[in-house]
């Protein structure tokens, strides 16, 4: 589907009204689950999957590789699941705290429905702790500390449907936290005939993510860096996982693109980009799109200089040497890594600009100029 | 005393005399590099200004207070005074080297915690030997405390002096620390006695050496892994230059000033105000020109453009390390204007079609003073009819917390209360823009003016403008703006924006210290003006039906002027700032005129026939009244001489009240360090409390009426003691 600009305008036009249309949409009959959310006013309560029952009353969380295991009243890194009495509950179910409409080129999903509007919502917490976060004033907050609006799942694809958004886009901070109201909604989503985009650091366990994969219909992952130690520092968090999830979700139906923000000096180094393409090539084949980002200094580092731009070229050039069919580069509108290349004849089939569709050279799934298939949602 | 025997020669009570003087040339001289090497290496807002000096004035207090007397008596003035040097040096070192060795990254938010640790740590370290050998000079001078008081006032003055006029401008901060090290310790060795002593001075001198020669190399270091091309300290700031690849970004005091190429930031700061008005012929752009914004407004064939630069230092590295980027500057059409941009504004007679305000956010009282009503009222004033203002504040585009909101409101409500038209441009920054005409934000028509101007932009596109300017977006920032509870004006003489962005800097960390912030700016009025009032008073009240009561009697005098000082002299000196701009000379000529007036004041108490009675403290406790009255009422004047009459008449009243409240004190009980002690306890209170609290939350005009009322308390309270 090409989103022309009168599309976009017309979307971006409609969003203007959203928020009073909301409160028309809460006659809409509310799930079993949602009900239970609404119960809080700021915090939801709605018990939590994926966890154990442990003796004296703790849990522990198999959410995530972090494992917590939490006593009663304790909350688990994230900072929205809390165990209660020995039960563990999700804080966030319902409460999104940023709802906007974007094109699904700023997520980034360049192989995913080119040009589509996606209708993004994020609640409170992350899983992990990037000194570079561009959303940190809602991922590093717990639930309390921020301004949430209360979008049950069914509201959520409503509204989406409403503003011919055929994607909703779970983003901005991290979904694997708020993994309930993310499932719940993607299957409501479904119901409407909308697809679901999972935007995530891929610090997930593999149970919950088979059922996650299940559900939705694409996921884009964040590859922080190809080494533990800047995972370490500057994320806390752990690659391995990271890698076993890109793994999981390659094998399976779900399309995937992988983002890795380039920070210069910290995770630049051109022989880790070659090993970490050369693993994409070997675990995962070539044709899932790789995206070198430019750093624009945020949050913590917010005075670190940004991405030489050659350094993303270079970077690029790596990658495609490695024999990766699609390294594209962002935050750079204009350039030419923007755009899609067939891998067999060399000319662009998508072409963009920023996150405007120029043009598209595609027949179905193919390249109009040699009928290569060009992998991806089309359509 | 065992190496200043009695004796009545010139040079021996010159001798005896010179370490009070040197005392005081290096408390100031170390403080002022301190306090500057503190905002080169770290993160420093109003809030960080005011620990850092708190801590300073405390370490000096509890120094003065809690030294033991057999010190001065073990110990020669070298054997204390050495060491002292060598610790500066020390301590200068570890501030450098402080993010390198607690693991964070060149530039890095430190945070909260840590910054006050650090804060506390170094200036305890240092300010607390040098309270203790101002009671160890008292003993060395057998006890006459108001000379050593003098001179030590007298030695501030020329350490304010030297190192303002002489080394600052001309050396950077490590530099002029091996030059104050190497004056000092040259003066020690001159006048003793003994050659061991001489021979002391060598480590000393080696050690302060190496801060000139390891200057540049230890910066290099500390910005490990990034290159550090150059490094300048100039009289405002550090500046220092990284380069990555292709791209150069310039530092002032560890704050990313601006990068090169960076065509992203050069296009949100001119293309939205540029295309309001595509026949501008007329320009003004205050700050932030060498990124690119320069060359894009020079697009306009027909512009002229007025561009005005603080530092010129900043200029010279540009020239050396991008050449053609600043060639820019020698273009006819292109004046540059290295002054405070607030002074230019002021007096300037031309009149503009646009004029841009490329500064950083108001993290500063300094910074603060480009975003106040009463500067929105000047620019209105030099914008022709339909003249639009615009300025760049860093923001969010998926989410506007409460915080973020309540600064935005501020730049609003403030922006409206001179201008008709306010619109402000959602995403990552938010542009503000202001005019009496109209303003366009539908990126039909700017994507239609961008197409007929010929931009060759990257970022402001019509690509890229829906999204950007997209109904939605334009809603959600204006519904958090407008429904903010009780937005405030952003004033001269009640800056509240710079307490809204401590707010937003505090959170990154997630620690009490929000908590704390939040509460303080829901705190009402009572807590923070008539609750120390009536504090006083009540305490004022005991003492006063305590008839014995003389500790309170000497010492709440001594207290209250330290803390009026420190209060008025950081209010003026801001309303100074917001007035006449900021000029590096004056500031420091501000200081010396109030640390000559201490002496002064203090000489010629000394000198009355009355210096012991509680009558002549009640005297100049009233001068004190009628000088802040007349402080409350010249705060907003625009004559300079003003403010240098002010200050020194404040110290004059304050070295007099210092002379007098601790020759009764004396005259009561023999404890040097206490009168003292509790003079910077008072300093103490109020440099953590005016600038970070009280001047944001109650404005001048409230805290000098406190002032006023505090001391007339005060002078009432020694009528009664006097009449008692």
Same mark, same amino acid.
Not at chain 1, 6 to 35: C, D, H, M, Y
């Given at each position: 589907?090409?989103?022309?600009?009168?599309?976009?305008?017309?979307?971006?036009?409609?969003?203007?009204? =959203?928020?009073?249309?909301?409160?028309?949409?809460?006659?809409?009959?509310? $799930?079993?689950?949602?009900?239970?959310?609404?119960?809080?006013?700021?915090?939801?309560?709605?018990?939590?999957?994926?966890?154990?029952?442990?003796?004296?009353?703790?849990?522990?969380?198999?959410?995530?590789?972090?494992?917590?295991?939490?006593?009663?009243?304790?909350?688990?890194?994230?900072?929205?699941?809390?165990?209660?009495?020995?039960?563990?509950?999700?804080?966030?179910?319902?409460?999104?705290?940023?709802?906007?409409?974007?094109?699904?080129?700023?997520?980034?999903?360049?192989?995913?429905?080119?040009?589509?509007?996606?209708?993004?919502?994020?609640?409170?917490?992350?899983?992990?702790?990037?000194?570079?976060?561009?959303?940190?004033?809602?991922?590093?907050?717990?639930?309390?500390?921020?301004?949430?609006?209360?979008?049950?799942?069914?509201?959520?694809?409503?509204?989406?449907?409403?503003?011919?958004?055929?994607?909703?886009?779970?983003?901005?901070?991290?979904?694997?936290?708020?993994?309930?109201?993310?499932?719940?909604?993607?299957?409501?989503?479904?119901?409407?005939?909308?697809?679901?985009?999972?935007?995530?650091?891929?610090?997930?366990?593999?149970?919950?993510?088979?059922?996650?994969?299940?559900?939705?219909?694409?996921?884009?992952?964040?590859?922080?860096?190809?080494?533990?130690?800047?995972?370490?520092?500057?994320?806390?968090?752990?690659?391995?996982?990271?890698?076993?999830?890109?793994?999981?979700?390659?094998?399976?139906?779900? =399309?995937?693109?992988?983002?890795?923000?380039?920070?210069?000096?910290?995770?630049?180094?051109?022989?880790?980009?070659?090993?970490?393409?050369?693993?994409?090539?070997?675990?995962?084949?070539?044709?899932?799109?790789?995206?070198?980002?430019?750093?624009?200094?945020?949050?913590?580092?917010?005075?670190?200089?940004?991405?030489?731009?050659?350094?993303?070229?270079?970077?690029?050039?790596?990658?495609?040497?490695?024999?990766?069919?699609?390294?594209? $580069?962002?935050?750079?509108?204009?350039?030419?890594?923007?755009?899609?290349?067939?891998?067999?004849?060399?000319?662009?089939?998508?072409?963009?600009?920023?996150?405007?569709?120029?043009?598209?050279?595609?027949?179905?799934?193919?390249?109009?100029?040699?009928?290569?298939?060009?992998?991806?949602?089309?359509? | 005393?065992?190496?200043?025997?009695?004796?009545?020669?010139?040079?021996?009570?010159?001798?005896?005399?010179?370490?009070?003087?040197?005392?005081?040339?290096?408390?100031?001289?170390?403080?002022?590099?301190?306090?500057?090497? *503190?905002?080169?290496?770290?993160?420093?807002?109003?809030?960080?200004?005011?620990?850092?000096?708190?801590?300073?004035?405390?370490?000096?207090?509890?120094?003065?207070?809690?030294?033991?007397?057999?010190?001065?008596?073990?110990?020669?003035?070298?054997?204390?005074?050495?060491?002292?040097?060598?610790?500066?040096?020390?301590?200068?070192?570890?501030?450098?080297?402080?993010?390198?060795?607690?693991?964070?990254?060149?530039?890095?938010?430190?945070?909260?915690?840590?910054?006050?640790?650090?804060?506390?740590?170094?200036?305890?370290?240092?300010?607390?030997?040098?309270?203790?050998?101002?009671?160890?000079?008292?003993?060395?001078?057998?006890?006459?405390?108001?000379?050593?008081?003098? @001179?030590?006032?007298?030695?501030?003055?020329?350490?304010?002096?030297?190192?303002?006029?002489?080394?600052?401008?001309?050396?950077?901060?490590?530099?002029?620390?091996?030059?104050? +090290?190497?004056?000092?310790?040259?003066? +020690?060795?001159?006048?003793?006695?003994?050659?061991?002593?001489?021979?002391?001075?060598?480590?000393?001198?080696?050690?302060?050496?190496?801060?000139?020669?390891?200057?540049?190399?230890?910066?290099?270091?500390?910005?490990?892994?990034?290159?550090?091309?150059?490094?300048?300290?100039?009289?405002?700031?550090?500046?220092?230059?990284?380069?990555?690849?292709?791209?150069?970004?310039?530092?002032?005091?560890?704050?990313?000033?601006?990068?090169?190429?960076?065509p992203?930031?050069a296009e949100?700061?001119v293309c939205?105000?540029l295309l309001?008005?595509p026949?501008a012929?007329?320009i003004?752009?205050?700050?932030?020109?060498?990124?690119g914004s320069l060359e894009l407004l020079l697009t306009y064939p027909e512009a002229?453009i007025?561009?005005?630069?603080?530092?010129?230092?900043?200029?010279?590295?540009?020239?050396?390390?991008?050449?053609?980027?600043?060639?820019i @500057?020698?273009q006819?059409r292109v004046?540059?204007?290295?002054?405070?941009?607030?002074?230019?504004?002021?007096?300037?007679?031309?009149?503009?079609?646009?004029?841009?305000?490329?500064?950083?956010?108001?993290?500063?009282?300094?910074?603060?003073?480009?975003?106040?009503?009463?500067?929105?009222?000047?620019?209105?004033?030099?914008?022709?009819?339909?003249?639009?203002?615009?300025?760049?504040?860093?923001?969010?585009?998926?989410?506007?917390?409460?915080?973020?909101?309540?600064?935005?409101?501020?730049?609003?409500?403030?922006?409206?209360?001179?201008?008709?038209?306010?619109?402000? +441009?959602?995403?990552?920054?938010?542009?503000?823009?202001?005019?009496?005409?109209?303003?366009?934000?539908?990126?039909?028509?700017?994507?239609?003016r961008w197409?007929q101007a010929g931009l060759k932009t990257t970022?402001f596109?019509?690509?890229?403008?829906?999204?950007?300017?997209?109904?939605?977006?334009?809603?959600?920032?204006?519904?958090?703006?407008?429904?903010?509870?009780?937005?405030?004006?952003?004033?001269?003489?009640?800056?509240?924006?710079?307490?809204?962005?401590?707010?937003?800097?505090?959170?990154?960390?997630?620690?009490?210290?929000?908590?704390?912030?939040?509460?303080?700016?829901?705190?009402?009025?009572?807590?923070?003006?008539?609750?120390?009032?009536?504090?006083?008073?009540?305490?004022?009240?005991?003492?006063?039906?305590?008839?014995?009561?003389?500790?309170?009697?000497?010492?709440?005098?001594?207290?209250?002027?330290?803390?009026?000082?420190?209060?008025?002299?950081?209010?003026?000196?801001?309303?100074?700032?917001?007035?006449?701009?900021?000029?590096?000379?004056?500031?420091?000529?501000?200081?010396?005129?109030?640390? *000559?007036?201490?002496?002064?004041?203090?000489?010629?108490?000394?000198?009355?026939?009355?210096?012991?009675?509680?009558?002549?403290?009640?005297?100049?406790?009233?001068?004190?009244?009628?000088?802040?009255?007349?402080?409350?009422?010249?705060?907003?004047?625009?004559?300079?001489?003003?403010?240098?009459?002010?200050?020194?008449?404040?110290?004059?009243?304050?070295?007099?009240?210092?002379?007098?409240?601790?020759?009764?004190?004396?005259?009561?009980?023999?404890?040097?360090?206490?009168?003292?002690?509790?003079?910077?306890?008072?300093?103490?209170?109020?440099?953590?409390?005016?600038?970070?609290? *009280?001047?944001?939350?109650?404005?001048?005009?409230?805290?000098?009426?406190?002032?006023?009322?505090?001391?007339?308390?005060?002078?009432?309270?020694?009528?009664?003691?006097?009449?008692?």
């Amino acid at each position: 589907m090409k989103m022309n600009r009168r599309n976009f305008i017309k979307t971006a036009a409609a969003g203007s009204s =959203w928020l009073l249309t909301l409160n028309q949409l809460k006659g809409v009959e509310l $799930l079993p689950a949602a009900r239970a959310a609404v119960a809080g006013t700021n915090l939801s309560r709605l018990e939590a999957r994926y966890y154990d029952r442990l003796p004296d009353r703790e849990i522990k969380c198999r959410l995530c590789p972090r494992f917590c295991q939490l006593g009663d009243k304790e909350r688990g890194f994230c900072g929205v699941r809390e165990n209660q009495d020995g039960k563990y509950y999700t804080l966030v179910y319902g409460q999104a705290a940023s709802y906007n409409i974007d094109p699904i080129e700023k997520k980034p999903l360049f192989h995913f429905l080119p040009g589509a509007m996606a209708f993004s919502i994020a609640t409170a917490g992350c899983n992990v702790a990037c000194k570079f976060c561009q959303n940190w004033e809602i991922s590093q907050m717990r639930p309390e500390q921020v301004k949430s609006r209360h979008l049950p799942p069914e509201v959520v694809a409503e509204t989406a449907a409403s503003y011919n958004c055929p994607v909703i886009a779970y983003t901005y901070s991290e979904p694997v936290i708020f993994y309930e109201y993310m499932y719940d909604t993607s299957l409501q989503a479904r119901r409407k005939n909308l697809r679901n985009a999972v935007i995530t650091n891929g610090f997930i366990n593999p149970e919950p993510l088979a059922e996650l994969i299940e559900a939705v219909e694409a996921i884009k992952i964040d590859l922080k860096a190809f080494n533990q130690d800047f995972y370490t520092n500057y994320v806390r968090g752990e690659l391995n996982p990271v890698l076993e999830s890109i793994k999981q979700i390659a094998r399976s139906k779900v =399309w995937l693109e992988i983002v890795y923000l380039v920070i210069p000096t910290l995770n630049d180094k051109p022989e880790e980009i070659r090993q970490m393409a050369r693993w994409l090539a070997a675990e995962i084949g070539p044709d899932y799109p790789l995206h070198f980002s430019r750093f624009q200094p945020m949050y913590l580092i917010k005075n670190l200089p940004p991405t030489p731009v050659s350094t993303l070229e270079r970077l690029r050039d790596i990658a495609l040497q490695e024999g990766l069919h699609y390294v594209y $580069l962002g935050n750079i509108p204009g350039h030419p890594g923007e755009n899609t290349y067939c891998p067999n004849c060399g000319q662009p089939v998508i072409e963009r600009y920023g996150y405007t569709i120029k043009k598209i050279n595609l027949s179905g799934n193919k390249c109009r100029h040699c009928q290569q298939v060009i992998p991806g949602v089309w359509s | 005393m065992p190496s200043l025997p009695a004796g009545h020669s010139w040079s021996l009570e010159l001798r005896r005399n010179s370490y009070a003087f040197l005392l005081g040339f290096m408390a100031t001289s170390f403080q002022i590099l301190i306090l500057r090497e *503190f905002e080169a290496s770290l993160f420093a807002n109003e809030l960080v200004y005011g620990l850092v000096l708190a801590f300073w004035l405390l370490g000096s207090s509890l120094g003065s207070w809690l030294i033991k007397k057999n010190i001065s008596a073990r110990f020669s003035p070298e054997s204390l005074y050495y060491p002292v040097l060598g610790l500066a040096v020390i301590l200068l070192a570890w501030l450098r080297f402080f993010r390198l060795l607690s693991g964070y990254l060149p530039a890095e938010a430190a945070g909260f915690w840590p910054v006050l640790l650090i804060s506390f740590l170094i200036s305890i370290f240092l300010s607390f030997p040098l309270g203790a050998l101002f009671v160890c000079n008292v003993h060395w001078l057998n006890g006459r405390l108001l000379t050593v008081y003098q @001179l030590e006032s007298l030695g501030s003055a020329a350490g304010g002096l030297v190192v303002y006029l002489f080394l600052i401008p001309y050396f950077s901060n490590w530099q002029a620390a091996t030059v104050v +090290i190497l004056l000092i310790s040259v003066t +020690i060795a001159a006048f003793s006695s003994s050659r061991k002593a001489r021979v002391a001075a060598l480590p000393v001198l080696l050690l302060a050496s190496s801060l000139w020669f390891f200057d540049f190399p230890a910066q290099k270091l500390a910005w490990q892994p990034f290159e550090l091309v150059a490094s300048k300290d100039s009289i405002y700031s550090r500046l220092q230059v990284i380069k990555s690849q292709e791209q150069f970004s310039f530092y002032t005091n560890n704050l990313l000033a601006f990068n090169y190429p960076d065509p992203q930031l050069a296009e949100e700061s001119v293309c939205f105000s540029l295309l309001q008005r595509p026949e501008a012929k007329n320009i003004l752009l205050i700050g932030g020109g060498l990124n690119g914004s320069l060359e894009l407004l020079l697009t306009y064939p027909e512009a002229r453009i007025d561009y005005v630069e603080l530092d010129p230092e900043i200029i010279k590295l540009s020239r050396r390390y991008l050449p053609e980027a600043s060639a820019i @500057l020698d273009q006819a059409r292109v004046t540059t204007r290295i002054e405070d941009g607030r002074r230019f504004i002021g007096q300037t007679s031309r009149r503009y079609e646009l004029i841009i305000s490329n500064l950083p956010e108001p993290s500063s009282a300094q910074i603060n003073r480009f975003y106040t009503v009463e500067f929105f009222a000047v620019i209105k004033e030099r914008l022709v009819p339909g003249g639009v203002f615009s300025f760049v504040v860093p923001s969010s585009g998926n989410y506007i917390s409460d915080e973020q909101a309540s600064l935005l409101a501020t730049f609003y409500y403030s922006l409206k209360s001179v201008f008709s038209r306010v619109t402000v +441009i959602p995403g990552d920054n938010n542009i503000f823009l202001a005019s009496e005409g109209p303003v366009e934000d539908s990126d039909q028509a700017l994507s239609e003016r961008w197409q007929q101007a010929g931009l060759k932009t990257t970022f402001f596109r019509p690509e890229l403008l829906p999204d950007r300017l997209s109904p939605a977006k334009k809603q959600y920032l204006m519904d958090r703006i407008q429904t903010v509870k009780e937005p405030r004006l952003n004033h001269d003489s009640h800056p509240i924006s710079y307490f809204f962005s401590a707010l937003l800097w505090s959170k990154q960390f997630k620690g009490p210290e929000l908590k704390v912030l939040s509460q303080l700016l829901k705190v009402k009025r009572f807590w923070l003006f008539d609750f120390p009032l009536l504090l006083v008073l009540l305490i004022m009240v005991i003492s006063s039906l305590r008839k014995k009561d003389r500790l309170v009697q000497y010492l709440l005098p001594l207290w209250l002027m330290g803390f009026t000082t420190m209060v008025t002299e950081i209010g003026l000196i801001l309303a100074f700032q917001s007035k006449l701009g900021f000029i590096y000379g004056k500031i420091s000529l501000l200081f010396t005129m109030f640390m *000559f007036g201490l002496y002064s004041g203090s000489k010629l108490a000394q000198k009355s026939p009355a210096r012991g009675s509680l009558k002549l403290l009640a005297a100049i406790q009233a001068g004190f009244v009628l000088l802040l009255a007349a402080s409350q009422l010249a705060k907003s004047s625009e004559i300079e001489a003003v403010y240098y009459l002010l200050l020194l008449t404040m110290g004059v009243l304050g070295g007099a009240i210092f002379s007098v409240g601790n020759t009764l004190l004396l005259n009561w009980r023999t404890s040097y360090g206490l009168g003292y002690a509790l003079d910077l306890f008072g300093s103490f209170l109020g440099a953590l409390l005016a600038s970070s609290v *009280f001047i944001p939350l109650l404005g001048l005009d409230l805290l000098f009426l406190l002032l006023i009322l505090l001391n007339s308390f005060g002078l009432i309270y020694l009528l009664v003691k006097d009449l008692a």
